[in-house]
Each structure stands twice: as structure tokens, then as C-alpha cells.
């Protein structure tokens, strides 16, 4: 029995003391941390939710939605500890761009009145650009985008873009993207220069395994990619060789992932009333 099984049969253990005499039937939506695939096959992503906590385990949150909808949370994913009682608004993960804003195009501004905002088939791009490189609705912003040039510096970026990890919710890309990457920049020598000067991409990130610059490179005499952690030079600095490229999405997250993008974000709207304490008779 998977996790989803687990916890359908949870809430069907306590939901009745959470609906209408008069309802017959409740929905209800899941974040266990694990990929749901929407009606046309994509991965989704659930929108923020917002309702009072009505029931708690170890193992689930229930939040009640609506009169007969629900939303069940994964405890040990919850930002922080929400008490029976409070109304809160949850904010799940969401692919984003390095910018910040939604991969699916929904925190794009209008263009011509009408805007374009991807339902399948969501993906993180690099802000770079070359010849005949599809980015789809990222093309409304490729004016701003970094022109690449060496090969293989394209095949890695590509590669980064298309690879899934977490079985799926996400990919290479995001990685970086979910580790706060900031100063992005790309190493993009001539490719003649390709064994001389690692083509590759830097940034620095911030999280609770790893906080400071990191570099993902191209060795073109062995033909595998590299992660530099930290500033070269220094006796801090470490370097992780002969990457393969299947490999790469999971040696970055053991060097810097904290799992913390995974959670979902809770606002606290309102704190469940405390309970009145009645004195005992003297």
C-alpha cells in the first residue's frame, strides 16, 4: 500500500465527524511529497489552500477547505506546527524560474490582453539562448536571456533542463533553482578552448547542507561533468569529479539539497481559540 492508499484510508476514519448530515460525498486533494499526474498526464502542482485544521496525526494533516472538500498534508511537510482549530493558507511547491516567478507562465504579465499559462508539461528553462532553441512560453522573455555558444555547455544545460529527479517533481535545473541559486552565470568559452577552460555553469546558494558558490562543469578529457563546491583556492573548497550525466541530478542534491523547498509554507490566518480552564472546586 503506497502513501496515497494510506492516507485515503485515514480520512475515510475521520471525516464523518467533519461533514454535513446532509452531504453524501467529500473530495479531497493529497501532499505527501510524492508526484501526482493531472487529467491530461502532466505532473501538477497543487494551488495554495486555505481552511482550518480539523484533524492531526503523526503521520497526516487534515484541512477542511470547504463545506465538503478537504486537504490532506503529509505532518512532517508542514513549514511549521499547526494546532486543531487554526485556519491556515498553504502554499505547496511550484516549479520556478530563477527569477522567482511560476514556471508555467501564470506570474507573467499580460501581453495584448491575453496571457499563456502552460497546464502540462511545466518546465524550468536557463535564461540562455542559442539558434533554434525552443523555450516556449519563456520565448517572451528571451530578449533578456544570455546567448551560449560552446556546445557542450548547451548539451549540459539541456541536459540539467530535461533530466527528473525526485521521481519526477522535479528536475536538475530546479535543484539549483530550490537551493536559492543567486548570480547566475555561464562559462562559455570558444569550443576549441573546451579542455583548456571548463565550459559550465556558477551561481551561489543557500541552504542548511550548503551555503556558497557552486560551479557545475564540463571536463571535456574524461567526457563527464564536475560540481565545484565553495571558492576555488581556498582549503574550504571541494570539487566532486567524473559526474555522469545520469548521475549529476543526484550528486547535486547530496552536496547542496536540504529538502526544506519540499515543505509546504503555512501561514497561520488565525490561532485556533484557546480553551477556557475551568478551576477546580477548593
Not at 121 to 132: A, C, D, I, N, S
Request: charged residues 25%; proline residues 5%.
Amino acid at each position: 500500500m503506497n502513501l496515497k492508499e494510506i492516507a485515503r484510508d485515514w480520512v475515510k476514519t475521520v471525516v464523518g465527524a467533519h461533514v454535513g448530515k446532509n452531504i453524501r460525498s467529500y473530495k479531497f486533494t493529497t501532499y505527501l511529497g510524492e508526484v501526482g499526474h493531472n487529467a491530461l498526464g502532466g505532473v501538477s502542482y497543487l494551488q495554495p489552500a486555505e481552511g482550518k485544521v480539523v484533524e492531526q496525526s503523526e503521520d497526516f494533516t487534515l484541512i477542511k477547505t470547504g463545506p465538503a472538500t478537504f486537504c490532506i498534508v503529509k505532518t512532517l511537510l508542514l513549514s511549521e506546527p499547526v494546532t486543531i482549530g487554526d485556519k491556515v493558507n498553504l502554499k505547496f511547491y511550484q516549479l520556478r524560474r530563477f527569477d522567482g516567478t511560476a514556471a508555467d507562465g501564470s506570474d507573467d504579465p499580460s501581453h495584448g490582453g491575453s496571457r499563456t499559462i502552460m497546464l502540462t508539461g511545466v518546465q524550468t528553462y536557463f535564461p540562455v539562448k542559442w539558434e533554434g532553441r525552443y523555450l516556449g512560453i519563456n520565448e517572451l522573455l528571451a530578449g533578456d536571456y544570455t546567448e551560449i555558444q560552446n556546445p557542450y555547455l548547451r548539451d549540459m544545460l539541456t541536459q540539467m533542463e530535461e533530466l527528473r529527479v525526485d521521481g519526477g517533481l522535479r528536475r536538475v535545473v530546479n535543484v539549483l533553482i530550490d537551493a536559492g541559486a543567486k548570480d547566475l552565470a555561464f562559462v562559455d568559452p570558444p569550443e576549441e578552448q573546451s579542455a583548456i577552460v571548463a565550459p559550465g555553469v556558477t551561481c551561489t546558494v543557500d541552504t542548511e547542507k550548503f551555503k556558497g558558490p557552486v560551479m557545475i562543469g564540463y571536463d571535456r578529457c574524461s567526457d563527464t561533468y564536475f560540481i565545484g563546491l565553495g571558492v576555488p583556492g581556498q582549503d574550504s573548497a571541494r570539487r566532486r569529479e567524473n559526474v555522469h550525466f545520469d548521475e549529476l541530478g543526484e550528486r547535486l542534491i547530496d552536496a547542496i539539497d536540504d529538502r526544506d523547498w519540499l515543505k509546504a509554507k503555512v501561514n497561520i490566518v488565525k490561532k485556533a481559540p484557546k480553551k477556557k480552564v475551568t478551576p477546580e472546586p477548593i
